[in-house]
């Protein structure tokens, strides 16, 4: 499995971003697909998941109401729209596939991981 992460950026506070995470490979498509980040001095985190059947999604404390995670099979592609940013949602952002079903919010659940995509949102 290759994972592509984009779609990071400088924004303002307030503002939004869409990042996109496309992969191939059928582990991809079956799996459970998990985006982390990770601030300048600190581990990185989980952030938000999605179901292979994209029917169930979990997220982090700090971001839910503000982020949504989003799954397009038929284009192999899982979004992370960032809405109500904030200076402290600023960290490089991977996106990640566990593989089987089962949701987790631990690092070492995913297999895959793709090559960060920087978030810098500006006050």
């Known amino acids: 499995v290759q994972l592509q992460a984009s779609g990071g950026g400088l924004v303002q506070a307030g503002g939004s971003l869409r990042l996109s995470c496309a992969a191939s490979g059928r582990t991809f498509s079956r799996g459970y697909l998990g985006w982390f980040r990770q601030a300048p001095g600190k581990e990185r985190e989980f952030v938000a998941g999605v179901s292979g059947a994209g029917g169930t999604t979990r997220y982090a404390d700090s971001v839910r109401g503000r982020f949504a995670i989003s799954r397009d099979s038929a284009k192999n592609t899982v979004y992370l729209h960032l809405n109500s940013l904030k200076q402290e949602d600023t960290a490089v952002y991977y996106c990640?596939?566990?593989?089987?079903?089962?949701?987790?919010?631990?690092?070492?659940?995913?297999?895959?991981w793709g090559q960060g995509t920087q978030v810098t949102v500006s006050s």
């Open positions: 990640a596939v566990r593989v089987g079903s089962a949701y987790s919010s631990a690092l070492s659940a995913y297999t895959y």
